[in-house]
């Protein structure tokens, strides 16, 4: 089970046992939210430990992953959980004076067996009615898929199931990984293009010819040739996508997205260009590049980001960790606007949001991008701020 590690990594210095009492309280608060027999003032206690600290509200989201309930759903089933508890109690008072690490170690146990005792037992008979939403009630989150165009216009569809295949005898799709790899560049007679495009609520990664990595995210393509044997590689792009750019000094490497264009010897930068945001941002993360709006050019450094409005060309210092969040499957916001979170949220889910009240919030949150709408939801609702409503694929936004 993952909690473990969390545990272990959530202090540093040495406890009592009273961590044991701590950890059976939150199991108890968490198995309540689940079960939604919580009252206010536990619900309360509960947004309080939750907001406690990032450790907390990952733990959280791990514990109620739909996937980690039936996983733990039936280790319980295949246990006397009343046994191994009190077993387990048994070697602890044990040992009085262990270190910190093992005491976490055991309240994260704990946690799983006072979930295990109070959410599983007896539930069988009712059919999991009180579990959290279903997928008929929530939106479940996007996943790795995309569709491949040829040159010949022939329409590939890709995704994470069935097994690993190869296109043309130079293109691998690695299925599980949600991976389209090109060959290393052979002589090429005549270029021909290619565009991989992703949907709402997908995700996608590329490898081109010259070894470039390539990271789409939801909404988002990319066109480039099946080699680069000119003096220059250059590729275009739509909504977001980072480069992992391979080093080559004799072919500058041109992403170009609409008006604007990126150009990088060898770096690693985010390209923010959807239409309904407000300005294109290249963002970079390692390197150097040089960003290009008509006649207007700048060199930006790492951590700068270049913000490009149709009147408007400024250079921002940024938190890159937050930028490229996506590109590790997670939501990162650090005093973000609702309405920045919320366009992510709809391109993810792939779901409306519609503003039933003007909310002029910023927000600071890590959220797994595995986690389905609901779960989200709730941990923006903790600032007490801002509430929602599901409806089918839309989400009301309320004061």
């Known amino acids: 089970m993952v909690y473990l590690n969390i545990m272990e990594n959530s202090q540093n210095s040495e406890q009592q046992p009273k961590d044991i009492k701590q950890a059976y309280r939150v199991a108890y608060l ?4 689940l079960r939604q027999t919580l009252t206010e003032e536990e619900k309360e206690e509960l947004d309080q430990w939750i907001l ?3 450790e907390n509200m990952v733990l959280f989201e791990k514990m109620t992953d739909e996937k980690n309930i039936a996983q733990a759903k039936e280790w319980f089933k295949k246990m006397n959980v009343e046994e191994e508890l009190s077993e387990f109690k048994k070697k602890i008072a044990a040992r009085k004076a ?10 994260a146990v704990v946690i799983l067996l006072g979930v295990g005792i109070y959410f599983f037992q007896g539930l069988g008979t009712e059919k999991e009615k009180q579990t959290i939403a279903t997928e008929k009630q929530d939106i ?7 569709t491949l165009t040829l040159d010949n216009g022939r329409v590939i569809e890709l995704g994470n199931e069935g097994t690993d295949t190869t296109i043309n005898d130079r293109i691998k799709v690695l299925r599980k990984d949600g991976e389209l790899i090109y060959n290393q560049e052979a002589t090429a007679v005549q270029v021909a293009y290619h565009i991989l495009s992703v949907p709402r609520k997908g995700q996608y990664k590329l490898v081109l010819p010259d070894g470039t990595k390539v990271w789409l995210n939801s909404e988002s393509s990319i066109r480039y040739p099946i080699a680069f044997p000119g003096k220059e590689r250059k590729v275009f792009v ?61 060199i930006i450094k790492p951590g700068q980001q270049a913000r ?89 936004v309320m004061n």
Do not use: C
């Open 140 to 146: 479940m989150p996007g996943s790795d898929k995309a």
């Open 238 to 298: 739509t909504g977001e996508t980072f480069f992992e750019v391979a080093k080559d000094k004799s072919k500058p490497f041109r992403v170009v997205a609409g008006d604007v264009t990126v150009e990088a010897l060898g770096t690693q930068f985010n390209v923010n260009a959807y239409s309904n945001e407000p300005f294109v941002a290249a963002t970079l993360v390692e390197g150097s590049v040089m960003v290009t709006k008509g006649a207007k050019e700048n």
């Open 52 to 54: 406690a600290s990032d």
């Open 98 to 107: 262990v270190r910190f690490r093992k005491y976490a170690v055991a309240a």
């Open 308 to 396: 490009l409005s149709e009147n408007n060309f400024e250079i921002v210092n940024v938190a890159t960790d937050d930028v490229i969040a996506w590109k590790n499957n997670q939501f990162k916001f650090t005093k973000t606007p609702l309405d920045a979170i919320m366009r992510q949220v709809e391109r993810w889910y792939d779901a409306d949001v519609v503003y039933q009240d003007k909310v002029d919030l910023h927000l600071n949150a890590t959220i797994d991008r595995n986690v389905t709408v609901s779960k989200l939801l709730h941990i923006l609702e903790e600032t007490g701020q801002v509430h929602f409503k599901i409806e089918g694929r839309k989400i009301i």
């Open 30 to 33: 968490i198995a309540g939210f």
